[in-house]
């Protein structure tokens, strides 16, 4: 049974750091990609990572570059969000995805085909 649960969310300062899991299940061949995408009030939903399952790939969109990195252990099933150096507008409710498109398609369209609840960050002062 597909299923994605996030966790690690809180509260930070600015430029503090914070690292998000999601347990999923196992990946099946129906999902080309998983990633990371966080959904702010009054903003569109924005990807922060994607990995190509079978290559083991990440992308990053411009605004996660350099700060943001998702690894994966996969005994554990679990796909981790390390966030360094976060700002305000890092702020939003974190969720991790299976999509069925690759990671360039993704990226540009945020489009997922199953998320999971999410997590809370917040990034004040």
């Known amino acids: 049974q597909l299923s994605l649960v996030e966790s690690g969310g809180e509260r930070v300062h600015p430029g503090g750091s914070l690292r998000l899991s999601c347990r999923h299940s196992?990946?099946?061949?129906?999902?080309?990609?998983i990633g990371w995408f966080r959904q702010a009030p009054g903003k569109e939903r924005e990807a922060v990572s994607c990995?190509?399952?079978?290559?083991?790939?990440?992308f990053y969109p411009d605004s996660a570059k350099g700060r943001f990195s998702s690894t994966e252990d996969i005994p554990k099933d679990t796909m981790y969000l390390q966030m360094d150096n976060l700002a305000p507008e890092d702020t939003g409710v974190y969720y991790c995805?299976?999509?069925?498109?690759?990671?360039?398609?993704?990226?540009?369209?945020?489009?997922?085909?199953?998320w999971g609840r999410g997590t809370q960050v917040t990034v004040a002062s």
């Open positions: 196992q990946f099946t061949i129906d999902y080309y990609s």
């Open positions: 995805g299976f999509s069925k498109f690759e990671c360039s398609e993704v990226l540009r369209t945020n489009e997922y085909a199953f």
């Open positions: 990995t190509e399952i079978s290559q083991g790939h990440t």
